[in-house]
Antibody, heavy 120, light 109 residues
Framework: EVQLVESGGGLVQPGGSLRLSCAAS????????MSWVRQAPGKGLEWVSV???????YYADSVKGRFTISRHNSKNTLYLQMNSLRAEDTAVYYC??????????????WGQGTLVTVSS | SYELTQPPSVSVSPGQTARITCSGD??????AYWYQQKPGQAPVLVIY???ERPSGIPERFSGSSSGTTVTLTISGVQAEDEADYYC????????????FGGGTKLTVL
């Protein structure tokens, strides 16, 4: 059974850093395109970042230069390192897997999400 | 970047047909995907590549595309279909970018 479990969220001050983790089971993270998607309280979904199976990474303009997506193959875990956090980064962060039948462009399995709150 | 535009809300009575539209200039060149999200839950993929249905999604969910507009149709709406619905597209031709529509709240009256 495919499962994604995020952790690492919490309260952080503006300008601070946080690292989110997404532990996967039932499939191999490094063989799939994996993304982070976030949702601010009461708002819509926003794509944040993707890491391809080959290792290429891409970011939304809103986080470029501040966030870094990575993975640990032997731990089968996806990460999101978030630096220089701003109030507008406050959101529930989901990790999600892109199935091959979408060519990497959609997500069939999502974690339960982890809440990041940026506030002083 | 580009935008996808959805109506904020759609209301239907049980058993009727709900249609949720999503418009965007890139849609003739890119596939659209649809997600259902209920309060406090992660999104669920209900339509991929404009009109394909993932396994486990009821047949009452269907998708179509015409020019710059894609449409999610829910036939014979049930109370359990009340949720937020998001369209999404992605451009992976160069640097990757994915975009969501603003979401549509489906209310079952």
């Amino acid at each position: 059974e495919v499962q994604l479990v995020e952790s690492g969220g919490g309260l952080v001050q503006p300008g601070g850093s946080l690292r989110l983790s997404c532990a996967a089971s039932g499939f191999t993270v490094s063989s799939n395109y994996m993304s982070w998607v976030r949702q601010a309280p009461g708002k819509g979904l926003e794509w944040v970042s993707v890491i391809y199976s080959g290792g290429s990474t891409y970011y939304a303009d809103s986080v470029k230069g501040r966030f870094t997506i990575s993975r640990h193959n032997s731990k089968n875990t996806l990460y999101l390192q978030m630096n220089s956090l701003r109030a507008e980064d406050t959101a529930v962060y989901y990790c999600a897997r892109a199935p091959r039948y979408c060519g990497g462009d959609c997500w069939d399995y999502w974690g339960q999400g982890t809440l990041v709150t940026v506030s002083s | 970047s580009y935008e996808l535009t959805q109506p904020p809300s759609v209301s239907v009575s049980p058993g009727q047909t709900a249609r949720i539209t999503c418009s965007g200039d890139a849609l003739p060149k890119q596939y659209a995907y649809w997600y259902q999200q209920k309060p406090g839950q992660a999104p669920v993929l209900v339509i991929y590549k404009d009109s394909e249905r993932p396994s486990g999604i009821p047949e009452r969910f269907s998708g179509s595309s015409s020019g710059t507009t894609v449409t999610l149709t829910i036939s014979g709406v049930q109370a359990e279909d009340e949720a937020d619905y998001y369209c999404q597209s992605a451009d992976s031709s160069g640097t990757y970018q994915a975009v969501f529509g603003g979401g549509t709240k489906l209310t079952v009256l």
